[in-house]
């Protein structure tokens, strides 16, 4: 009876086992909680202290044109005006999503509604090829063959929002293509077979039916692959000029505020106006990456909703 009590009322082996992985992935979860917060109090201790330790309007950091956070203009103001590297940003990152989205869509139709079977075994293996390419990579392309040839068809130096955009373009596509695969592929069989049970031909059920159907997935792969745009550092610096002007076409040199941040962070002291200038750029960043995952759960959510 003491051998049969005490089985009972002590934890055995397994019990004990899964005490140990629960509180293991607690202290995993509160570890990546804890990198998290103390990122997000960094930056914006950072980025914060150019508006209240050095007194720079954020109205003026936000609207105005000239960049050079040593220096100061005749009324005595510092010269860090963020207007051109948010503009800069902005262009590339909206003109590669607007040029790669029908081509993912095409990809993504090709290698689920047209040819399953051939398509993904020929155009999976290249996605998985452009996404395990370095940025350096598609950077030093561009460099050597999107700029020379934006240079002699458009003129200008070659340098610009239109080299940046199409080196862009080739690195967002497969984040894209890949999630709208998924998206496609979650659309429910009998959504096809009810329409062609109606009459509909094989392309009005694409069109109709499969593509609106997967709208919400569509516009969180498009949000994405603009998140994976907005952050991109080394490769836009190759080609889009690095120079702090507002752009006036596609083809004038620009920058953006990766661009600017990679250049300018190792040639300044911290605790300066121009190291605090770069990590408030940092905190627009960070922001940014933000706003980009609270569209995609606001579209998660009128997705779930809509079904």
């Known amino acids: 009876m003491e051998d049969i009590k005490r089985q009972l009322t002590h934890s055995s082996k397994a019990t004990k086992q899964d ?10 979860t509160f570890l990546i909680g804890l990198l998290v917060v103390s990122i997000l109090y960094l930056v914006a201790s950072r980025g914060l202290a150019t508006f209240f330790k050095d ?34 940003s902005f262009s590339v990152t909206i003109f590669s999503a607007v040029l790669a989205t029908p081509f ?3 990809m993504a139709l090709f290698m689920t509604e047209i040819e399953p079977r051939r398509g993904t075994k020929f155009l999976q293996p290249v996605i998985e090829l452009l996404v395990g390419i ?3 990579v598609y950077g030093f392309v561009g460099l050597t063959i999107v ?5 002699t068809v ?3 130096t070659g340098f610009g929002i239109l080299s940046g955009t199409l080196v862009l373009f080739v690195m967002v596509l497969p984040t894209i293509t890949s999630m709208y695969v998924d998206s496609l592929r979650a659309v429910p069989r009998f959504y096809r077979e009810a329409s062609l049970a109606l009459g509909a031909t094989r392309w009005q059920t694409i069109y109709k039916v499969v593509l609106r159907a997967s709208i919400p997935g569509l ?20 080609v889009i000029g690095n120079a702090s002007l507002l752009p006036h076409n596609l083809i004038s040199p620009a920058s953006t505020l990766t661009s600017v941040l990679t250049t300018g962070m190792e040639n300044t002291v911290m605790g300066t106006l121009p190291n605090n200038a770069l990590w408030s750029l940092a905190l627009i ?15 998660g959510k009128k997705g779930r909703m809509a079904k």
């Open 19 to 28: 005490r140990y992985g629960k509180a293991i992935a607690f202290f995993c």
């Open 55 to 88: 007194h720079v309007s954020v109205w003026d950091f936000l609207t105005k044109q000239n960049w050079n956070p040593s220096q100061v203009d005749k009324n005595g103001s510092p010269l860090v005006g963020a207007l051109p590297m948010i503009v800069g």
């Open 104 to 106: 993912a869509i095409a």
């Open 134 to 136: 370095p940025s350096v």
């Open 147 to 151: 700029v020379p040839v934006v240079r």
């Open 154 to 156: 458009f003129g200008g």
């Open 219 to 238: 516009l969180t792969a498009i949000i994405f692959g603009m998140a994976r745009a907005f952050g991109e550092a080394l490769a836009v610096q190759m």
């Open 285 to 299: 960043l960070l922001l940014m990456s933000l706003c980009f995952n609270l569209i995609v759960r606001y579209i």
